[in-house]
């Protein structure tokens, strides 16, 4: 599997990563030989197999509907970029 | 004293030999000398240090605290920490200082009363198999500085090789305690998915990472992994169920044991000197009365594919939180909101991290699920049904860590798919959620060799006990790199 140059900026744009023009080359080159590696997994015979997402068979754990956390807000913000009256700020996102 | 195991230090604390602070102070003095070589810390934390070791002395001179008080210990710098930078090896989070602890580090330093040397360098976010990948440039092992230590443990397995700790934490998504540890002639354990908590721990691949420990010995080892392991309710996937007692189980007999190896493990692309050593590892347990017979993994090859999606998908998904709102590194002179996030990311990421979240976006994306998400996950069940028949017929599995020994720094970084097969025997193990462990079994060249030992679930108590004996009738473990005795 080969990804295209547009195949590899569409993924970054997906993943919010800028990207330079030409890094993106680069990284079509390489994403694409992981594919080739990765493409291996073709041959298994897995047609009735269940998929299995996780190694152990746990059922979430469920607790008491109580508060258990203490007010941290200001404990938080204090490593946050950018803040002004206990709100986090970023670029203007309304016209 | 950096010569001493865990036991001995423990003994020379409470004969008043030396006190933690003196003990502290010795290993401050040799990361101070010898780790402008290493590059093993990212920071020191000498201060805390000393006030911990303080903390010790006291608990000890009232007869309080137990084998581990007044011990130093160095923690990867991907376990959180309460007023200290915690890093992940990435530019992203290079400001970023932990407003709470771990549980593992509330348990070894609160509670057991473990004296923080600092952080260890690591892969960027535990990416990468040579620690190579780090913001803050690569770790050198010891045996040669010449050389990779490993990773993505490689910071903490360089600063125990080198004496510069006692022991350390390791976190292991596909490989990264096991295979440095190989490298570095240490021991390394990563137990069963479930067994640590992971609370704290900033997340690579969630259904993949464990916590463990890298150490001198397989004693040394239990010690520590003791004091880490057990239930916690602030770790949705940990696990409630009592934890064995593992420095107990050390001594037992190891006569009449099944050991089954993976005849996929001895293939070809393993190196023959590996080859050789390990099969003479087999034979010292053979005398010990260990029964041997070869078994089949036979998906076992399909496991670095597999891997490539499924912690690739995750890591994608884990690493979304990195905004530049929060926490984190954030770019200057952005115009708009999307334009933030992008450049953050992108400035904040390096190479291997963009690589392994564009491949996990990729996996994940419309089109593309069945293919290759879908898939793997129903690789991954046969790759655990292999281990599952394997454990009715055999007790413990063993074959080699990795392919070779330690290789050249910048040898494998320009081309991403053979950094990746350093992983191809380590990486089962994770998939299937499994505890295994590496000790060293020889050198090649004057390079360690290391064996690995996978065991059924929660069976650490077993693996660190057949570590234990044929530690006892050998003393690989016990040599030292000589430019740092």
């Known amino acids: 599997m080969s990804l295209s140059i547009e195949q590899v900026r569409q993924v970054a744009h997906l993943a919010r990563l800028a990207m330079q023009p030409e890094q993106a080359e680069h990284y079509a080159r390489q994403l694409s030989s992981i594919l080739d590696m990765v493409d291996q997994l073709a041959k298994a015979q897995t047609d009735a197999v269940t998929p299995m997402a996780h190694p152990l068979d746990l059922h979430q754990r469920l607790r008491p509907d109580v508060v258990t956390e203490p007010d941290r807000r200001a404990a938080f913000q204090a490593i946050a970029p950018s803040v002004e009256n206990g709100l986090y700020l970023v670029p203007k996102v309304i016209e | ?485």
């Open chain 2, 1 to 485: 004293m950096h010569t001493l195991s865990i036991r001995a230090l423990a003994a020379g604390l409470r004969e008043k030999k030396f006190s933690s602070r003196e003990l502290t102070q010795h290993y401050l003095k040799r990361i101070q000398t010898f780790d402008p070589q290493l590059n093993s810390f990212i920071s020191v934390t000498a201060e805390q240090a000393l006030a911990q070791a303080d903390a010790a002395d006291a608990r000890l001179a009232r007869g309080e605290g137990g084998v581990l008080t007044g011990i130093p210990l160095a923690q990867k710098d991907i376990f959180c920490t309460q007023g200290v930078k915690t890093s992940c090896g990435s530019r992203m989070l290079d400001s970023f200082v932990a407003p709470y602890d771990a549980t593992i580090v509330k348990r070894l330093h609160h509670e057991a009363g473990m004296v923080m040397l600092g952080k260890c360098n690591m892969d960027e976010f535990a990416m990468g198999s040579s620690n190579e990948t780090s913001w803050y440039g690569p770790v050198k092992n010891p045996w040669d500085t010449t050389r990779v230590p490993g990773g993505s443990s490689g910071g903490s397995v360089a600063a125990v090789a080198a004496g510069l700790a006692p022991a350390a934490t390791a976190t292991d998504t596909g490989g990264s305690i096991r295979q440095p540890a190989a490298l570095t002639n240490l021991t390394g354990i990563k137990p069963t998915y479930g067994r640590v908590s992971r609370y704290g721990m900033i997340a690579f691949a969630s259904s993949l990472d464990q916590a463990g420990v890298v150490a001198r010995s397989a004693e040394d080892a239990a010690y520590v992994l003791q004091a880490m392991c057990g239930f916690d309710p602030l770790d949705s996937t940990s696990v409630d169920r009592p934890v064995e007692d593992l420095v107990g189980a050390l001594e037992r007999p190891i006569k009449g044991l099944r050991i089954g190896l993976p005849k996929e493990y001895f293939a070809d692309g393993l190196a023959e000197g590996v080859r050789a050593r390990v099969m003479e590892a087999v034979k010292v347990l053979e005398g010990m009365g260990a029964v041997i017979s070869e078994i089949s993994l036979p998906n076992s090859p399909l496991s670095v594919p597999t891997y490539y999606v499924v912690a690739p998908a995750e890591a994608s998904s884990n690493l979304a939180r990195y905004d530049g709102v929060r926490y984190g590194h954030r770019a200057e002179g952005v115009k708009n909101i999307e334009e933030l996030y992008k450049k953050s990311r992108g400035e904040g990421f390096g190479a291997e991290v963009q690589r392994r979240i564009m491949i996990g976006t990729y996996v994940l994306s419309h089109g593309y699920y069945d293919a290759y998400y879908l898939k793997a996950q129903k690789v991954r069940r046969l790759i655990y049904e292999d281990f599952r028949r394997a454990f009715a017929a055999v007790d413990l599995v063993l074959g080699p860590t990795a392919t070779d020994v330690a290789f050249k720094l910048g040898a494998k970084t320009d081309d991403p798919v053979s950094m990746y097969l350093n992983d191809i025997y380590t990486i089962a193990a994770n998939l299937a959620g499994i505890p295994a462990m590496s000790l060293s079994c020889g050198f090649v060249d004057g390079l360690p060799v290391g064996m690995q030992l996978m065991g059924n679930y929660f069976d650490e108590a077993r693996l660190l006990n057949v570590a234990h004996r044929y530690q006892q009738a050998t003393d690989w473990h016990r040599q030292m790199p000589a430019a740092f005795a």
